[in-house]
């Protein structure tokens, strides 16, 4: 979670495998929206995922919206029935 002054911004995500996260929600409170604030959470949760050698499921629609415009992105992308 980030904290401003305006409201917060968080990307939840939960263990569901040996070496993988399921990223389940991105939420940003209305005045912070169309800063690009989802965007880096995303950012960092895979930059996380790839210094650890985590792999992701992407259940949260934002992160699959947010993948699919950075396809570069997507070898960390592991299918639910894989992880699980």
Aim: net charge positive.
């Amino acid at each position: 979670m980030v904290h401003f002054p305006e409201g917060d911004g968080e990307l939840t995500y939960r263990n569901i495998a040996p070496h993988t996260l399921d990223l389940t929600h991105t939420g940003v409170d209305p005045a912070l929206r169309r800063r690009g604030i989802a965007a880096a959470l995303v950012r960092a949760a895979l930059a996380y995922a790839r210094q650890q050698k985590l792999r992701i499921v992407p259940t949260c629609p934002y992160v699959e919206r947010w993948l699919a415009r950075h396809p570069q992105e997507l070898d960390l992308v592991v299918a639910r029935s894989k992880a699980t």
